[in-house]
């Protein structure tokens, strides 16, 4: 069984199930998201700054947008080889996050969200 975790303290990087609160019918729920606010917000905000990620679309007529990070099974603790939406960015409460964690990105990738945000905003 999954619960809300209205102490959790997220890490820049890494990925946890988020219970996106304007999606209520959605089947989904909770969907992975990678923590892409620092750490200091992080530690005192009650809200972290999201990247939704799914699996969905990944066929090979779809290509990646510019603004998508290829993820591969295994990565973070995902399941199956996924994609973040990086012009999708979501605050949420804390009290959003399904413990546990799932897991955490490397670094090559985090700059390689960092580089599909700036895309995203430019």
Not at 65 to 93: N, W, Y
Request: net charge positive; proline share 10%.
């Amino acid at each position: 069984m999954t619960k809300s975790s209205p102490l959790a303290r997220p890490y820049r990087g890494e990925i946890w199930r988020v219970d996106f609160p304007n999606r209520p019918g959605d089947p989904h729920l909770p969907r992975p998201a990678v923590v892409i606010s620092n750490d200091l917000h992080n530690q005192y905000s009650d809200a972290v700054l999201v990247v939704p990620i799914t699996d969905e679309g990944l066929h090979k007529r779809n290509r990646l947008l510019p603004t998508h990070v290829f993820l591969p099974k295994g990565m973070g603790g995902l399941t199956k080889d996924s994609r973040a939406l990086c012009e999708q960015i979501v605050s949420v409460d804390k009290s959003k996050l399904v413990s546990p964690r799932m897991g955490e990105l490397p670094s090559v990738m985090l700059t390689a969200l960092v580089t599909a945000l700036k895309k995203a905003v430019e």
